[in-house]
């Protein structure tokens, strides 16, 4: 997956979650909930833009690190909304594999990101 490709996905999860919740009865710890899904949802495409537009190696990494969190809490708040009973699973089947899959992607981006740092850096002090 190029960065394009990641940038359209980030940007679809971010829509795909707010017209879900557009569409979820009024509830007032569902509200809560909401609220804090459609943030870190939304937040993993935008720090996704920053990182790539990234002033050095260490600024990426720590965008993609950010990237990496908001999706992981992203899979938190709709596990918290499938565990109360509040949404069904079948509802969030979707999204929850999505933001498991994001997670996993920006793990291995930072990884990989932060093994090249090093590499980099060892191969400046031959």
């Known amino acids: 997956m190029d960065k394009i490709e990641l940038k359209k996905r980030t940007k679809k999860f971010a829509v795909d979650i707010i017209k879900f919740i557009g569409v979820l009865p009024f509830n007032p710890s569902l509200k809560i909930l909401s609220n804090q899904l459609v943030r870190s949802a939304t937040s993993v495409g935008a720090n996704y833009r920053s990182a790539s537009r990234g002033k050095s190696s260490a600024d990426f990494i720590n965008k993609i690190i950010i990237c990496e969190e908001e999706a992981d809490e992203s899979v938190y708040w709709l596990?918290?909304?499938?565990?109360?009973?509040?949404?069904?699973?079948?509802l969030i089947y979707l999204l929850q594999k999505e933001a498991n899959e994001l997670t996993a992607i920006f793990t291995a981006i930072g990884k990989t990101a932060?093994?090249?740092?090093?590499?980099?850096?060892?191969?400046?002090?031959?």
């Open 79 to 90: 596990e918290l909304m499938e565990e109360t009973g509040l949404v069904s699973k079948d």
């Open 114 to 126: 932060k093994a090249n740092l090093i590499q980099t850096k060892s191969a400046k002090q031959f």
